[in-house]
C-alpha cells in the first residue's frame, strides 16, 4: 500500500487513523509513504517521521522538500527506512533504497526524483540502472516512488524500467491521476498518486496565498490547509515469486477528525478489526 504525499498536519492525522483501516480494508503486508510535506508542507522533522512510523507505515519516501528541516540531516543517520532520492549526490546524508524482509520475502524500496522543471541533480535514469544492476541480484520485487513534475519524464522512467521493477508511482504534483495500469511485462504504474491532506486548498495549501502569489507574482507565506481532509495512494499486488504485478487499484477516502470512527467505518463498513487502531494517538504536533 502506498500513502500519497502527507500534507501538514491534517495529512498526518488522516495517516495516524486510517492506515491500519486501509490495511485491513486491502490486506496489504507492507506500506510505503511520500513524506516530504509532512510538517507543514514543507519537509519533514525527525519527531513526526517517528510518529509516522508507528501508525504502520515500513518506510518513507520523499522529493525535493526533504531537505527543508535541517534537523532531519542527521536523522538520516539513525533511520535507514526514510529515503531521499537516490540521485542526490551521494554526499548527501541517507540513501534512496531501502531492502527490507517480509515474512522470509526480500523487497526494495527505491526513490528516485526527475529533473525537469526541478533539482539538476544526477540522472534518475542512470541511478536507476546503477540500482537494479545490485538490486536485482537480492530480489525481483522492487517497487518506485518517482518524485518528478514533468508527465513525460514520469512515463519515460516507465519505459526506461518497463518489465525490471514491480511498480512506478509517481509523487510530488499532488494530483491524483486516472491512468494506473499494468504493462504486458508486468510492471505497475500511476503518474501521480495524488495527495494525503486538506482538498479545499491549491496542492495542500490555505487558497489566500496561494492565489496570492498568481494574482500579484510577488511571494507569499504558505500555510497547509485544514478542511476537506482525504487520504489518498495507491494499493499495488505484486506476485512474491515473479515480482511481477497483478493489479494497482487508486484510492481516496474522505477523514474528519471530529468523526473518525464515522470515518473508518464509511471505508470498511464495520467497526475496524485490527486491535492496534484503538491504541493510535491523534498527532498532536503544533507543526501545520
Known sequence: MFIADICGKAGRQATAHLTEVLKEKFNADYVVANVENAAGG?????????????????????????WDRVDILEYFEEEPKLLRPDNYPKSAPGSGVYLDDVSGTKIAVMNLMGRTYMHNIDCPFKAAAKNLAGISKETNIIFLDFHAEATSEKQAMMHHL????????????????????????????????????????????????????????????????????????????????????KSIQRYRYDFDI???????????????????????????????
Open 162 to 245: 518497463d518489465g525490471r521493477v514491480s511498480a512506478i508511482v509517481g509523487t510530488h504534483t499532488h494530483v491524483q491521476t486516472a491512468d494506473e495500469y499494468i504493462t504486458e511485462n508486468g510492471t505497475a504504474y500511476i503518474t501521480d498518486a495524488g495527495m494525503t491532506g486538506s482538498y479545499d486548498s491549491v496542492i495542500g495549501m490555505e487558497v489566500g496565498p496561494s492565489l496570492g502569489r498568481f494574482l500579484t507574482g510577488m511571494p507569499k507565506r504558505f500555510t497547509a490547509a485544514k478542511d476537506d481532509v482525504k487520504i489518498a495512494g495507491v494499493i499495488v499486488a505484486i506476485d512474491k515469486t515473479t515480482g511481477k504485478a
Open 42 to 66: 514543507f519537509g519533514v522533522t525527525p519527531e513526526m517521521s517517528r510518529k509516522i512510523f508507528t501508525y504502520g507505515v515500513n518506510v518513507q519516501t520523499s522529493g525535493n522538500h526533504i
Open 258 to 288: 471530529n468523526k473518525i470512527d464515522e470515518s473508518k467505518f464509511a471505508i470498511l463498513g464495520y467497526k475496524p478489526k485490527r486491535s492496534s487502531i484503538a491504541h493510535l494517538q491523534e498527532d498532536d504536533s503544533n507543526d501545520n
